[in-house]
């Protein structure tokens, strides 16, 4: 069949944004007297949201309500002063949106960010390119992998799911792309392993951005 849109997670598919989130929370849990994680540990705390992001840094004997919101609301006002120090995309990512954008393809983003810095994200780093529909989580939507953020996007593309390239690097990704029907590709630079990919439904996986122009035509 032929795939007429590609829906992208942010965080570990498009942009290498891990040094930026691991630095700000780990500055919100020196500030509060708790110990800071190496910046590698935080590829297995992000992918569901802030405040799983938020629990699974704390200790565990500290993860109780009244600490995680208050280290939700530091993280929330560090990261928004300090989000786009060392991000940027993942090499190969220019030249792939570009050919994606010369096919005419439809193409958005679908974050566990929260939706401000999804947007931020998306009109400062990648305006380059156009994206139909960029949406981050947002009070009252439940997170991926529920598919829901999923099935949002292809209603207002007016596409069936089975049109949609689903492209992420985590299970939670793979997850969300098999409960809507889009089919899943697991990508090999970002966050998560080869073998989490495949365990949650990954039908391909790309070690470089270029490989999914490969992917737009399936047999």
Request: hydrophobic share 40%; glycine share 8%; net charge negative.
């Amino acid at each position: 069949m032929q795939f007429r849109a590609v829906l992208f997670d942010l965080d570990g598919t498009l942009l290498n944004t891990l040094k930026d989130i691991g630095n700000a929370v780990n500055r919100v849990l020196a500030g509060k007297g708790f110990p800071v994680h190496e910046l590698d540990a935080y590829r297995y705390f992000v992918g569901d949201g802030t405040a799983m992001l938020i629990n699974r840094a704390l200790p565990e004997e500290k993860r109780n309500d009244d600490v995680i919101r208050a280290c939700i609301t530091d993280f929330l006002e560090d990261y928004g002063k300090n989000w786009n120090v060392r991000t940027k995309p993942y090499e190969g990512i220019p030249e792939m949106l570009d050919a994606l954008n010369d096919r005419g393809l439809k193409m958005a983003i679908l974050s566990n960010k929260p939706h401000e810095f999804t947007k931020q994200c998306a009109t400062e780093l990648l305006s380059n390119w156009n994206f139909d529909v960029v949406i981050g989580q947002r009070n009252g939507v439940p997170p991926k992998p529920d598919p829901a953020g999923a099935l949002e996007v292809a209603k207002l593309l007016n596409l069936p799911p089975a049109d949609f390239l689903y492209i992420g690097d985590s299970g939670v990704d793979m997850k969300t792309a098999v409960a809507s029907g889009m089919f899943p590709v697991g990508v090999l630079w970002g966050f998560r392993s080869m073998g989490e990919l495949k365990d949650n439904g990954s039908l391909a996986l790309v070690d470089r951005p270029s490989e999914i122009l490969s992917l737009l035509y399936s047999p």
